[in-house]
């Protein structure tokens, strides 16, 4: 029987009326219509219908501990919000989630906070910029750094374009994209640009395009040409930073040191917050120490600062990123083998509680062994060659199909899956075994 949706259809009708598409952001707009949460409740949302979901969009990302925060959390954004909304003076607490950052990632000297993951990378570049005099900028083709004008850019390093309307293309000629896993690309970026190039951004794993893992060394080269060419090494971990990796984040994970890194999501425990992190005698460019201008009214606003450190000390704490790293191996072994036989040309990708599986178009066999939980670029796995390894790779997927029919499909079991197949899934500390074993099972009864 299928679920009574009628409030979330009411309410995208007036949405339509008053908002741009119905939503304030496009990636909430859902075929046929959003499904409106009214309230969280641990790993669960719940809509205006009153229909229960298991949740793996997780706020995109940000909500590692679920929809309920731990008591001491809990108190700790309540006490702050009842102290003042805000002042545009210092406060001790940013202080405070500073040198947590700056304790647990090797890379991370200093710290400036800002608003959003869009504004960190917007600021990165422009520091980048700043520091080296330079203005030519590498980034991943199908990576996603926000909605900047710097990144919102397509094709090749020959032929970049605005991929969006609304930035002069004269933007778009200081950006140049080359493939992500593709060592040959960089190298020859470099040779035909490398004293213009400020610096190389990019995500550790590509998080917005599927889930896709860096191959063995492409990091590291990376980090050789930056050191080369004097450009700087910058890593986009506003998905990944404190969920892939633990406090030492995909970095640490993946033992690379960025000359810059920027975070999001959870380093502000579900409230709005981005952040750059870098060598100190980078990101003193930054104004007022340095000759970079960056500031804004809510940067540092007291109630996310005290609900990031709140958060992030509870992770260190207590047994969370043992408790969602399980859970999200767990998943990725459970699809690979609900997939083995029904559709074996599908790739499970992602890492530590990120996962997905990715509608992709081969003939190639199913994963074994060394990429059982989730595609690592092994290439002693059987269909090595044939798993995506570039945004390019996920976007000739079978991505029709993820949303017109499998995600509604999800939808009617009980399982809100985001809006489209770039998109990653999170598991959170909310999550549980039972609720693994009920996801499997929904996806299961899609392939029968």
């Not at 406090?247 to 960025?258: E, F, I, N, R, Y």
């Not at 980078?282 to 120490?289: A, N």
Request: with cysteine; charged share 25%.
């Amino acid at each position: 029987m299928a679920r009574n949706r009628e409030s979330s259809r009411d309410l995208y009708d007036r949405a339509l009326s008053v908002m741009p598409g119905g939503v304030n952001s496009s990636v909430r707009a859902t075929q046929p219509y959003p499904t409106f949460v009214r309230k969280g409740d641990g790993a669960h949302v719940i809509d205006h219908d009153g229909n229960r979901y298991l949740d793996y969009v997780m706020g995109y990302g940000p909500l590692l501990l679920g929809h309920d925060m731990p008591e001491r959390v809990s108190a700790a954004v309540q006490r702050a919000a009842s102290e003042g909304p805000m002042y545009g003076a210092p406060t001790e607490v940013e202080v405070d989630l500073a040198e947590f950052v700056v304790r647990h990632v090797p890379s991370v000297e200093m710290v400036r906070f800002v608003n959003s993951g869009t504004e960190a990378t917007v600021s990165a570049v422009r520091l980048a910029r700043g520091y080296t005099g330079r203005n030519k900028i590498v980034v991943m083709q199908g990576g996603y750094h926000g909605a900047q004008e710097s990144t919102l850019v397509e094709g090749d390093p020959d032929h970049p374009r605005p991929s969006t309307s609304g930035i002069p293309p004269a933007f778009a000629r200081e950006t140049l994209p080359v493939p992500f896993n593709d060592e040959r690309a960089l190298r020859e970026v470099f040779e035909a640009h490398g004293d213009d190039i400020a610096c190389v951004l990019t995500e550790p794993i590509l998080g917005n395009t599927g889930i896709v893992a860096p191959e063995t060394g492409y990091h590291e080269t990376i980090r050789e040409l930056c050191d080369d060419h004097g450009a700087l090494y910058v890593l986009d971990e506003v998905i990944t930073g404190f969920r892939v990796g633990g406090p030492g984040c995909a970095q640490g994970k993946l033992g690379v040191t960025p000359d810059l890194t920027t975070f999001g999501k959870i380093v502000g425990g579900g409230f709005p917050v981005g952040a750059i992190g870098g060598r100190a005698e980078v990101v003193e460019e930054f104004s007022p120490s340095g000759d970079v201008f960056q500031s804004g009214t809510f940067s540092g606003h007291p109630v996310t600062m005290a609900a990031g450190l709140a958060t992030l000390r509870y992770c260190a704490e207590n047994d969370v990123y043992g408790h969602v790293n399980d859970l999200g191996e767990r998943l990725r072994e459970g699809l690979a083998e609900v997939v083995a036989d029904r559709e074996p040309g599908y790739t499970v990708v992602g890492t530590d509680s990120m996962f997905k599986l990715i509608f992709s178009r081969s003939d190639a066999p199913t994963q074994d062994d060394p990429c059982s939980g989730g595609c690592t670029q092994d290439p002693s796995c059987a269909r090595y060659a044939a798993c995506p390894k570039t945004g390019g790779d996920v976007d000739d997927a079978e991505t029709q199909r993820w949303e017109r029919l499998f995600r509604p499909f999800m939808e009617e079991q009980g399982i809100l899956l985001p809006a489209n197949q770039f998109e990653s899934q999170f598991v959170s500390y909310a999550h549980t075994e039972a609720d693994v074993e009920e996801t499997l099972e929904a996806y299961k009864a899609f392939f029968e």
